[in-house]
C-alpha cells in the first residue's frame, strides 16, 4: 500500500469515528448499557437518558410494581450519584439516587460494586426501579 492510499485510509478512519455522536448525559458506564443489577432484574440505560427495567419475576398485582417499567437517570460527577426515576402511574413517580463506588478498570466498566442507595422517594422505592438489595451489577 502506498502511502496516499494509507493516508486516505486514516483520514477515512478519523472521519468515522468523528461523525459518532457523544452521548448526550455523562454516565459512570459507557452507554447504552444493560446491568444485571439482582438475580431476577435487568436495568437498561440508553444515551438519551431512558432507562428501562425488566425482571423474570411474574406480575401478583395491579400495578406491577419492580417487574417491568420504564423512567429516567441521570448522573451528577460531583457525587458519583445515579439517579433513576421510574413512572408508575401519572401521580406516582418513584426516585432513587445510587452510589457504586467500585468500578472494573476495562473498557465497558463490566462491573459496578459495592453498590449503595443513598436516598430514595416515592412508595416501594424500596423494590423499584432497582431493588434495594442491589450491591453489585453485572453489564451483559
Known sequence: MNAAALLVLVLALVAMVS???PPIFDAPFPVPATYQVTNTHKATFDATGKLTVMSTL???GDPCVGVRGHGEWSYDPATDGLTVSYWMNPSWTISQTWVCPSKSRD???SVL???KLVSASGAQSDVAPIPA????WVRQ
Open 58 to 60: 411474574p406480575c401478583n
Open 107 to 109: 473498557m465497558n466498566v
Open 113 to 115: 460494586g459495592c453498590c
Open 133 to 136: 438489595k442491589s450491591k453489585t
Open 19 to 21: 461523525a459518532i455522536p
